[in-house]
């Protein structure tokens, strides 16, 4: 029996692999449990495979997968793939990202790999991936234990999805392909190197009458400014927030006669912050902190970059710019952003101009300056317009248009900030 035992260990260790931070001990005394039980070898096995994950022959279909899933095996078409830099614990790291199909769903993914042995339209093997909840939707991840295989294209069946008819409020939330009927606001042509070659791109900004969002086409289409069209089979990536639709060769775009009216939609605070970000966001609420860095500033004129004490961090001493910033906590109740505020709109906000504030600054000191922007702004309610972008810290809003609204709702402002800070 215990030989028995021990050739039924090893199968499942087999079956398992030897990529799972699991001991034979640990293995041997799951199985011995079920056999007390009196559950017949062969069965204790198959329940031993298959909670270990290691049914490595079983092909998981994407639209199966649950978030926080191990050991996943998948058979899937490379939709779009991206790369980017990014910094984990001071290290700077390349991860590849963008989205895989195959015929049952659309996901996206992120690869932690040094190496992403795959191109946009290859059909590949991962086995090993795991899942992650992100945005509300499964995400497929990859590390180093990770095996990704190039497969002939047509072990997949074929891959035509119907396009789900959406607005670009409602991309957030669909993963596959996408039909938008939309205007072209602003398009530009750009050549880019990839793998080797030079291509042409164009891209843009484009806009419903739900939001907009930025595009990229692999294929010239004819487009132009103001044009309304319907774009069928595209697929959206987000960038911070930013939504991002991508048009491919495959995708069918019919110019349409009609007129389209777009906005800039206005978003409470908490969908704001769900979403993320956006482009060409409207936002209320009231200012609850004015953050450090406000106010008078110098910059410097080389480089742009804020000076302290006259020095500039890379251009030593120098005679700075004199610039105005403000740097707010925009609150409603139930979520907060940050707002960063030009000199422009900054003067606009505590009506007063550069000089004003430089002379207040000379005269009675960077605190006074900062004093008059409060008792200005400070449990005000006001309205900000503009791209946002979310990252781990947060939302933050870069106003391009910003407006103090109705001077009655300063009272009902006091109370909001009154219960806020009573919370803290
Ligand atoms: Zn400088």
Not at 3 to 31: M, W
Not at 43 to 70: C, H, I, Q, T, Y
Not at 309 to 315: K, P, T, V
Not at 408 to 422: C, D, I, S, Y
Request: some cysteine.
């Amino acid at each position: 029996m215990e030989d028995e035992i021990s050739s039924y260990v090893d199968e499942i260790l087999s079956a398992v692999g030897d990529d799972l931070d699991l001991s034979r001990e640990e293995i041997e005394k799951e199985f011995r449990k079920f056999l007390e039980y009196g559950v017949p070898p062969d069965l204790a096995k198959r329940s031993l495979v298959k909670k270990f994950g290691g049914d490595r022959s079983g092909r998981k279909l994407l639209k199966d997968v649950r978030p926080n899933e191990r050991n996943l095996n998948l058979i899937c078409k490379v939709i779009t793939k991206n790369v980017k830099q990014i910094s984990v614990r001071g290290e700077s790291r390349i991860i590849h990202y963008g989205l895989l199909a195959d015929e049952s769903a659309i996901l996206p993914f992120t690869s932690w790999r040094s190496s992403f042995p795959a191109e946009k339209g290859d059909v590949v093997e991962i086995r090993n991936a795991y899942s992650r909840e992100w945005h509300g939707n499964v995400q497929i991840n990859m590390g180093e234990r990770t095996s990704i295989k190039k497969l002939e294209e047509d072990v997949l069946p074929d891959l035509h999805q119907e396009p789900r008819k959406c607005k670009i409020m409602d991309i957030y939330k669909t993963f596959g392909p996408l039909e938008l009927k939309v205007k072209i606001m602003d398009i530009a042509e750009k050549d880019i190197e990839i793998g080797g070659g030079k291509r042409r791109i164009y891209s843009g900004i484009l806009a419903d009458d739900t939001g907009k969002a930025q595009f990229t086409a692999w294929h010239d289409f004819d487009l132009k400014k103001d044009d309304v069209i319907n774009i069928r089979g595209c697929y959206a990536r987000f960038w911070k927030g930013i939504p991002q639709v991508i048009l491919d060769e495959r995708t069918e775009v019919k110019k349409l006669s009609e007129k389209m009216e777009t906005t800039s939609p206005v978003l409470p605070l908490h969908k704001l912050v769900e979403l993320r970000g956006g482009l060409d966001i409207t936002a209320e609420g009231t200012v609850i902190e004015i953050k450090e860095g406000s106010g008078y500033i110098e910059r410097c004129p080389e480089c742009r970059r804020l000076m302290r004490n006259g020095e500039c961090r890379i251009h030593g001493k120098i005679k700075g710019i004199a610039d105005l910033r403000l740097r707010l906590v925009l609150d409603d109740g139930f979520a907060g952003i940050g707002v960063i505020l030009n000199r422009e709109l900054t003067e606009k906000l505590i009506g007063k101009s550069l000089e004003e504030c430089k002379r207040i600054v000379e005269t009675e000191g960077r605190e006074k300056l900062l004093e008059d922007i409060s008792s200005s702004l400070l449990t005000r309610r006001i309205r900000v317009r503009g791209n946002a972008f979310g990252d781990e810290f947060g939302t933050t809003l870069i106003a391009r248009s910003a407006e103090i609204l109705n001077e009655n709702l300063r009272e009902e402002a006091e109370k909001l900030l009154q219960m806020l800070e009573g919370e803290r």
